[in-house]
């Protein structure tokens, strides 16, 4: 079993991809991935057709696979990246030196486009590694799926692949330099190395051990250039600093070109450009959507090019099999259905969204901003409370709560320490900050115990955004407030180094922990006495003193006045 | 040079200088060369330790006191690995459970077991068994104590154990019984001066009793706070006089005018601050419980006698909480924002009061 599926995938991973026979090999590879029910399609392809033997291909081709831009101007990534990308290759592939390239970016912003157009028009030779098919049929719920039973499974398949993947890095490097002997210039090789579902397994600690083991000695023995591409999601874009850690990028000098989503001027571009294409071709097979229809696929996609050009070949394609439906009300209903499987409305969003859109992700700050400066509806329907319970009164949210954590893209834990540290600009009165900081107290309180703080851990967000929400009584108009990372994280992390070093540094005294901290430490610091370690003495320095008498600027976030003339008004 | 607190430590049971008659008992205990196991319990800076360690040498003879600090693994069976710090000599180990964190028991377990299995090499002329030390005992997990309990039973052969801890009341009734307790009280004020005395008298230097006094009252008679004190005034001046000022810890100060900051003003400004100045002092490596400890004293110095039970209520509350919760900040923020509304409030009424 498992050798079977070493072959393949290696035997997959070296079909060469010339420039002359690019799109042969896709179609044979397209076969054998589909022979094995691979569910990941090729990677994005767009732009202009260009070639002529496409003609007799299947008209449910995907456009995405028919549009593949073959040359500089069809790609839809701004120039200067493109020739940022085109020069890192010119060098790198000039001298005899190899080097390695980093490229990010959200998915469909078209890396793996531009690398395949570049080396097409310098001519050099693309060696692909994608990961192994096998792997997908765990992975490809499109969630990825953190529960122990998938990362131990995962973790198999993870040993197997990094050393397929070390295989392949190998006889690349092998197979290239027996051909590099006879051969011209223009068959330098490349390799590439697709991440996009490799990134599920960073998390997991060992994948990014194995890469940089495996990249390290491609530097060193390699005289070929080689690319990464990771693709990273605007919710978790540490994974290629999972992967790539900075150390690991300087010391192999990795460069990092990172790419943008692409632009909607660019998109629309595009678009209109398949679309008249192929509605020339079709023979009205095709209804062109019209422009607003467009204009809602462009804006829903998010700088995915690859999802936008699926969505309109998908508006366009139902269409033309139900016929005579004006497309809009399509859309509609397509996208009504969709809200409805969400179980949170969208109240106060912007429109409807289009076709299988993608999630639209609430910017942390834009998200802390609607619950900390907690708009109030005008005057809707009002529930009248009884009188004795009037103060108790609020008018009615214009945010869902619960809607905004959702779509903050972080962890409620964690948006609770962005909240904690910002309510306090919004607040004018004590009793209202009284209460808040008990609904944050509480809030913690919820997920205090491990058993059950994955199920509680949206009810103390819950908890802390509404607590803040309906104890803010006074309603102020601050205007804008610069708002802060929480300094709890760092704050925590240094408590518990200071104390690990302390315990380490003076285990000598043989002590326990807090009288060492609360005791020794404070007077050694007082003691001349010198010791005869120098980690000792800066330790003393930074930890035993405090600064006396006058306010630390360094976690609070403003310069404050003087604090004697404040202390007279009592 | 090292600090008079570890210079001037008295070594054998019968050097001790106060709890005498309590000295004599454990002497009369160890006399027949066999113990039970023990838990010695008391405040911090009563001589816990101090007493502990002379048992020792009494038991084994000088060679106790060759320690050496050892670095230790322990692979926990879900393959993490622990690294804790040990301290032994030949014939003893001491360790504290409480650093590995929740993996403690497994921390007993095995440090004990290999303990245990290992015999001593001469057994005809040393005692046949060896003690463990467990200090912070009432820091333990429940799971840890529960572990501890099935240990005690089965290497009882092997091995003594001494339990050493503040208070008796987190360690569980199994323990609690299995033990001989054995509780360690403060010194008396004039034991603690009469100590300062006889170490000053030994370095060379002549103490004012009334200077005395006062460092013990300042340390509220922990006798190692006390014996760091008094050696912080001669470093800020010798010689004495009986009027200088005792040098109290940077954190103590730093705590008490925080809790000015915090009766002078009531604001979500000034609660800011305050927040700063928290984490500045849980940066310099103050627990948290101690900070909220600290705080709730110096408030209740500040404050008028009404409200003193509210905010005792308001504190033990919040400490409660402080103990269950994950990130402590939550918890002492929210004391302080409750304790300046309250405070707030009750100005307030005193105002209009004196106005109509």
Same mark, same amino acid.
């Given at each position: 079993?498992? @050798? ?22 896709? *179609? ?6 589909? @022979? ?86 310098? +001519? ?14 765990? &992975? ?18 993870? &040993? ?195 076709? +299988?859109?993608?999630? &639209? ?26 009188? %004795? ?30 909240? %904690? ?7 004018? *009165? ?66 518990? *180094? ?19 901290? &609360? ?52 | ?33 066999? $113990? ?31 320690? #050496? ?12 690995? =622990? ?28 440090? =004990? ?69 054995? #509780? ?30 006062? !460092? ?69 490596? =103050?627990?948290?419980?101690? !900070? ?42 929210? $004391? ?19 106005? $109509?």
């Amino acid at each position: 079993m498992l @050798s079977f599926l070493t072959n393949c995938s290696v035997d997959q991973s070296f079909i060469d991809l010339t420039g002359q026979n690019l799109f042969d090999c896709r *179609e044979k590879r397209g076969q054998i991935l589909g @022979s094995q029910i691979e569910p990941m399609r090729p990677r994005k392809r767009k732009g202009e057709i260009c070639s002529s033997d496409l003609g007799h291909r299947k008209q449910d081709e995907p456009w995405v696979d028919r549009y593949t831009p073959c040359s500089k101007v069809d790609l839809a990534v701004h120039k200067k990246k493109v020739e940022e990308v085109e020069n890192w290759l010119k060098v790198h592939t000039d001298g005899s030196q190899g080097g390695l390239l980093l490229l990010t970016g959200p998915s469909g912003c078209g890396k793996t486009a531009t690398i395949q157009v570049l080396s097409l028009e310098l +001519g050099l030779r693309i060696q692909e590694w994608t990961n192994p098919p096998k792997l997908d049929s765990y &992975t490809n719920s499109q969630q990825v799926s953190f529960d122990i039973f998938m990362s131990v499974k995962s973790k198999f398949h993870l &040993t197997s692949q990094s050393a397929q993947f070390q295989e392949f890095l190998l006889r690349a490097n092998k197979y290239n330099c027996l051909k590099m002997v006879g051969d011209a210039r223009s068959f330098f090789p490349m390799s590439i190395q697709v991440f996009d579902k490799y990134t599920v397994f960073s998390c997991l600690g060992c994948a990014h051990s194995c890469c940089a083991v495996s990249s390290r000695c491609f530097v060193k023995t390699s005289r070929f250039p080689l690319v990464f591409i990771v693709s990273n999601s605007p919710s978790a874009d540490s994974s290629s600093r999972f992967l790539f850690p900075r150390e690991l990028m300087e010391e192999l000098h990795i460069s990092n070109i990172s790419f943008n989503p692409v632009a909607p001027t660019t998109m629309m571009k595009v678009l209109t450009r398949i679309l008249t294409n192929e509605d020339g071709k079709s023979n009205g097979r095709v209804i062109v959507p019209d422009q607003t229809v467009l204009e809602m696929v462009c804006s829903g996609s998010s700088g995915d090019i690859r999802s936008a050009i699926n969505n309109l070949q998908f508006a366009s394609q139902k269409e033309a099999l139900r016929g005579n439906h004006p497309l809009k009300s399509k859309v509609m209903a397509v996208s009504r259905s969709t809200l409805r499987k969400k179980s949170k409305p969208k109240n106060g969003q912007e429109g409807q969204p289009p076709v +299988g859109m993608k999630d &639209t992700c609430l910017f942390l700050f834009r998200a802390l901003g609607k619950i900390l400066h907690c708009k109030k509806a005008e005057c809707a329907f009002a529930l009248q409370l009884p009188s %004795h319970l009037s103060q108790h009164h609020r008018e009615s949210l214009q945010v869902d709560p619960e809607w905004v954590i959702e779509h903050s893209y972080v962890s409620g834990e964690f948006f609770n320490l962005y909240l %904690h540290q910002n309510y306090l600009d919004f607040f004018s *009165e004590m009793e209202d900050v009284e209460k808040a900081s008990e609904y944050m107290s509480d809030a913690d309180l919820l997920t205090s115990d491990w058993m059950s703080s994955n199920t509680m851990r949206e009810y103390a967000s819950s908890v802390a955004t509404r607590g803040l929400l309906h104890s803010n009584s006074q309603q102020i108009a601050v205007g804008f407030r610069p708002l802060h990372k929480p300094n709890w994280l760092l704050v925590s992390k240094k408590h518990r *180094e200071n104390c690990l070093a302390a315990q380490f540094l003076f285990r000598h005294f043989c002590m326990t922990p807090v009288s060492l901290q &609360t005791e020794l430490l404070p007077y050694l610091a007082k003691f001349t006495n010198p010791f005869k370690n120098q980690a000792e003495i800066t330790f003393i320095q930074d930890v035993g003193h405090l600064p006396l008498k006058r306010f630390s600027l360094r976690y609070s976030s403003y310069s404050i006045p003087f604090i004697a003339c404040l202390r007279c008004t009592r | 040079m090292s600090l008079w607190v570890d210079k001037y430590r008295p070594t054998s049971l019968g050097k001790l200088d106060y709890h005498q008659e309590q000295a004599s008992q454990l002497k009369n205990l160890v006399q027949c060369g066999d $113990f039970p196991h023990l838990l010695v319990y008391g405040p911090s800076g009563a001589g816990k330790k101090t007493r502990i360690m002379c048992l020792l040498r009494e038991l084994y003879g000088a060679g106790v006191e060759k320690l #050496r600090i050892e670095h230790q693994t322990i692979v926990a069976p879900s393959k993490k690995k =622990i690294e804790i710090n040990t301290i032994a000599s030949n014939y003893h180990l001491e360790v504290n459970p409480s650093d590995a964190g929740y993996q403690d028991r497994v921390v007993i377990q095995e440090l =004990i077991k290999t303990m245990a299995q290992s015999q001593q090499i001469q057994a005809s002329t040393q005692r046949e068994f060896k003690v463990v030390l467990l200090t912070e005992v009432d820091r333990l997990t429940k799971d840890a104590q529960h572990a501890l309990r099935r240990t005690m039973e089965k290497y009882m052969a092997t091995c003594r154990l001494v339990l050493c801890s503040t208070s008796t009341s987190k360690v569980i009734g199994p323990i609690r019984s299995r033990c001989l307790a054995v #509780r360690v009280p403060l010194p008396s004020t004039e034991e603690v001066c009469n100590v300062l005395t006889s170490v000053c008298k030994k370095e060379g230097l002549l103490l004012p009793p009334e200077l005395a006094k006062r !460092i013990s009252d300042k340390s509220g008679r922990n006798l190692r706070k006390a014996l760091l004190m008094c050696e912080a005034c001669r470093v800020q001046q010798y010689p004495f006089s009986a009027d200088q000022d005792v040098t109290e810890p940077d954190w103590e100060v730093f705590l008490r005018e925080t809790a000015n900051y915090i009766v002078s003003q009531q604001t979500p400004q000034r609660l800011l601050e305050v927040r700063g100045r928290l984490y500045e002092l849980l940066t310099h490596c =103050i627990p948290a419980d101690i !900070i909220m400890k600290g705080l709730v004293r110096e408030l209740l110095n500040n404050c008028d006698g009404h409200l003193k039970p509210e905010v005792a209520h308001m504190a033990a509350y919040y400490e409660h909480r402080l103990q269950l919760g994950n990130k402590a900040i939550y918890h002492l923020e929210a $004391f302080t924002a409750k304790f300046m509304a309250v405070y707030k409030k009750f100005m307030e009424d005193g105002l209009d009061g004196m106005m $109509f």
